[in-house]
């Protein structure tokens, strides 16, 4: 009888590569509502000193 080759190794890596994708994913995120909400600072300073 044959014994399951053990994977668990793969399956930790898996999960660990997963979390830091969606980290990084979650990391964009913010950096570009961050930018987003500058460049929203910026047009209104902008928009304001035109007048």
Sequence with gaps: ???A???DGYMA???IVAF???GLYVLS???RR???ERDLETYE???T???
Excluded: C, H, S
């Design 34 to 36: 961050r930018n987003l």
């Design 5 to 7: 080759i053990n994977t």
């Design 13 to 15: 890596a898996g999960y």
């Design 49 to 51: 000193e035109g007048k």
């Design 20 to 22: 830091l994708v969606m």
């Design 29 to 31: 995120l913010y950096l």
């Design 1 to 3: 009888m044959e014994t």
């Design 45 to 47: 300073t902008l928009k």
